[in-house]
């Protein structure tokens, strides 16, 4: 790996890290795009990123149907566009891995509901803005391009990476 894609996957780790909601957009039955959110519960990124989900569900049925999915992130390090193939199974030791307290007020059996499902996105492109200089140095930033100092806010960096 070089220096360029770990410093990718160091920005794109530190805004999966600091996020609390993702927005998971499939291909309904319609052909219509649909976004929905779920709880980020992966705090990492290694080219996948793994949720929890009901079986039944109308996100599950349009995975079955056409796998192709987007994941929208943002966090207070940036935004991300997660590009990829969804897959959903039954993994329990992964969905044990990934319980917690909130994952408990979606599911009406706990860990032991038979509709717990794992939702596994695979990325195979990943694009992102990082947010380096914070709410109030974008805030300045957003100003000085505003009264002519700069062309645009410096707000931190953006890229590419194929996974």
């Known amino acids: 790996m ?50 929890l989900v009901q079986d039944g569900s109308e996100k599950v049925e349009d995975i079955a149907r056409n796998p192709h999915v987007n994941v929208a992130i943002e966090s207070q390090g940036g935004y991300l566009s997660i ?15 990934l319980w917690s307290p909130f994952a408990e007020a979606w599911f009406s059996d706990g860990r032991d509901d038979p509709s717990i499902r794992l939702l596994t996105v695979e990325g195979v492109s990943v694009e992102y803005w990082t947010q380096d200089t914070g ?19 410096d707000l931190g960096s953006h890229g590419t990476l194929e996974v």
């Open 135 to 153: 709410p109030v140095g974008s805030l300045v930033q957003t100003l000085k391009a505003a009264l002519g100092h700069q062309s645009q806010p």
């Open 83 to 97: 590009a990829g193939t969804a897959t959903v199974s039954e993994d329990r030791a992964v969905i044990d891995e």
């Open 2 to 51: 070089t220096d360029t894609q770990t410093d990718h996957r160091a920005a794109i780790s530190d805004i999966v890290h600091g996020a609390r909601t993702a927005l998971l957009t499939t291909v309904s039955e319609d052909g219509q795009l649909h976004a929905r959110p779920l709880a980020v519960q992966d705090k990492s990124f290694h080219g996948s990123l793994r949720f």
